[in-house]
């Protein structure tokens, strides 16, 4: 089966403490996302990157750093500089084919910092 | 980016069709629309999109008027599945690649 795989799909963490959470895809995607939910809010931009060993800030970039090693992989670090690190942490990746864009999300990753 | 406006929250009943539209005053010539459905502690999943006129698929229709300053959703005879947010979102693939930017949605509410 294709698709994105996010893990853990619950994490806990201590302050101060970095932690990373993995994103892995099979569909041969160029592009991948982060994006980062609260309750009831809608998705922020983190990080994206459109090809391996490259990647842009999205709009809440502060705190988070990314790798791009891989066309398969792109795993998001929530550093200690990150104020407020709980959330739901949702990865994505797209192609673009004849200027249709759709992104396919994985099941994400509740963070909760204590 | 565009900005989209779209209602905060909408009820519905079972077998009803539902209509959510959608604002996008500024959007560019080479945007697309694009709609993502999202239930709880899930990611989103991309519904319909398009870029004038009338879009169909097994899921939805997507009606976009001819100047392209708004949209509507429309689900045909709605179940409590459908229950969920609905996003709508404008975007392209420019050189900063397929930016989408996700507002706070609409949240569907489906009643028996």
């Known amino acids: 089966d294709g698709g994105i795989t996010q893990s853990p799909k619950y994490l806990f963490r201590k302050e101060g403490q970095n932690v990373t959470l993995s994103c892995e895809q099979n569909l041969n995607h160029d592009a991948m996302y982060w994006y980062r939910q609260d309750p009831g809010q809608g998705l922020r931009l983190i990080y994206y990157?459109?090809?391996?060993?490259?990647?842009q800030k999205g709009d809440i970039a502060e705190g988070y750093s990314v790798s791009r090693e891989k066309k398969e992989s792109f795993p998001l670090t929530v550093t200690s500089a990150q104020k407020n690190p709980t959330a739901f942490y949702l990865c994505?990746?797209?192609?673009?084919?004849?200027?249709?864009?759709?992104?396919?999300f994985g099941p994400g990753t509740r963070l909760t910092v204590t | 980016l565009a900005k989209t406006t779209q209602p905060i929250s909408m009820d519905s009943y079972e077998g009803q069709e539902v209509n959510i539209t959608c604002s996008h005053n500024?959007?560019?010539?080479?945007?697309?629309i694009t709609w993502y459905q999202q239930f709880p502690s899930q990611g989103p999943r991309f519904i319909i999109q398009g870029y004038k006129t009338k879009v169909t698929n097994e899921v939805a229709s997507l009606f976009i008027p001819a100047d392209r300053k708004s949209s509507t959703l429309s689900l045909p005879r709605v179940s409590l599945s459908d229950t969920a947010v609905y996003y709508c979102l404008v975007g392209a693939d420019n050189n900063a690649g397929n930016m989408l930017t996700f507002g706070g949605g609409t949240r569907l509410m489906v009643k028996p």
């Open positions: 990157s459109q090809i391996v060993n490259d990647f």
């Open positions: 500024n959007i560019a010539t080479n945007d697309y």
């Open positions: 994505a990746s797209s192609i673009a084919r004849h200027g249709i864009y759709e992104q396919y």
